[in-house]
């Protein structure tokens, strides 16, 4: 239990150094795609000119919206740069006490070395943390192959990774070895290769083989990641759906004896979604198999639904749910999050939280958090 109640603001202090995906409910309510935005082909991290235009005149609330100020992320014809910084203040109820922390401060550059090949680099100031590829899209319709240092596509990549979904509340993970999220955690990519595979307008099929970079802490290689996703709309509908796979080794350390276990694990999961003019609901759920010890089955789920009040203000719930053991009743971890996303001015943003945990017996451990965001 006093690990249970320690938990969240360990969490809070150490662990939020969020990269900047995209978020998927933009794609959805516009019908559009990750890569319309990004220079990633499966969204996130550095904006592309039209990624730039939509930060600048169509997201925030207040925006220089007419031609008197143009603006671009290109330094030449080939060049472009970019960067994310995003700081908060936090408090904990168990504690009773507040904190301030750098997040994430990321440059980003980008070099078209012809029409269809990209190279991009990411170098994180506040974390230390290099990432860089090269994209070619020279396969039949505008598929591509990536080649480098990245973040394997799997589930729905929200830009938040408290969500359990992606790396929990990992602020106890390397320390005591007690699980609280999948592996997708913001220090998690691989070096290897992935292939992107367009096969109609609204089906897209990723497949990527790589060595976890940070030196096996979590995985060994190699490992094997695929997703498949479909993006139909219906008129004013978007619609988001699709599965994910997961082939690795985890490592782990036995909280009794102490031992390094190496398992291998299998992930499933599936994941949905809707947009509908301001509305938008996300889903997704995540099976693993042999992940925090043998013969264990884990899962993981996330649901998500937004609003836009007006332009430049989004109200935001989230649960959350991490059930370490399916077969044992009551150790789950699950939060609720209710807050808003506020963009008062092109490329700022400001994001309100209030954090309900959920256990039992009932603990007095949640939090408010007020990030900061300002990206180019």
């Known amino acids: 239990m ?38 990633n082909p499966t969204g996130g991290e550095m904006r592309t000119e039209g990624g730039v235009m939509f930060g600048k005149n169509i997201l925030s609330m207040i925006s220089p919206r007419d031609q008197d100020f143009p603006i671009s992320p290109k330094i030449s014809n080939n060049l472009s740069i970019g960067f994310d910084y995003r700081t908060q203040f936090l408090y904990s109820q168990e504690k009773n006490r507040t904190d301030f922390q750098d997040m994430t401060g990321s440059i980003y550059l980008n070099a078209a070395i012809s029409e269809k090949i990209n190279v991009f680099s990411r170098y994180d100031l506040v974390n230390s943390l290099w990432e860089g590829y090269g994209v070619a899209r020279i396969l039949p319709n505008d598929s591509y192959i990536k080649v480098g240092s990245f973040s394997p596509n799997f589930g729905i990549h929200l830009d938040d990774h408290t969500a359990y979904t992606r790396g929990g509340d990992f602020g106890l ?51 094997f990641t695929a997703r498949l996703q479909f993006t139909p709309s219906i008129g004013k509908l978007g619609l988001l759906f699709g599965g994910s796979y997961l082939s690795t080794k985890t490592k782990f350390s036995d909280p009794v004896s102490g031992n390094r276990l190496v398992l291998p694990t299998q992930l499933y999961g599936g994941f949905a979604g809707l947009g509908f003019e301001k509305f938008t609901l996300m889903g997704e759920y995540d099976i693993a198999d042999t992940y925090i010890s ?4 884990s899962s993981a789920l996330m649901i998500e639904a937004s609003y836009q009040l007006i332009v430049g203000l989004e109200a935001v719930v989230r649960y959350d749910r991490f059930d370490p053991n399916l077969d044992v009743v009551n150790d789950e971890h699950s939060h609720v999050i209710v807050g808003f996303e506020f963009f008062p001015y092109s490329f700022v943003e400001i994001r309100p939280q209030y954090r309900f945990n959920i256990e039992n017996p009932e603990v007095k451990n949640d939090a408010f958090v007020l990030q900061f965001h300002f990206w180019y």
Do not use: W
């Open 294 to 297: 043998n013969n264990t089955k």
């Open 173 to 223: 993970l390397f320390s005591t070895g007690t699980i609280q999220g999948l592996i997708y955690n913001p220090y998690y990519l691989e070096n290897g290769v992935e292939i992107g595979a367009n096969i109609s307008d609204i089906t897209l099929l990723t497949a990527s083989v790589g060595r976890n970079k940070a030196n096996g802490i979590l995985t060994t290689d190699p490992n």
């Open 2 to 39: 006093i690990m249970k109640k320690y938990f969240l603001f360990s969490a809070f202090i150490i662990l939020p150094v969020m990269q900047s995906y995209c978020l998927p409910r933009f794609a959805l309510r516009y019908n559009d795609k990750c890569s319309s935005c990004h220079y």
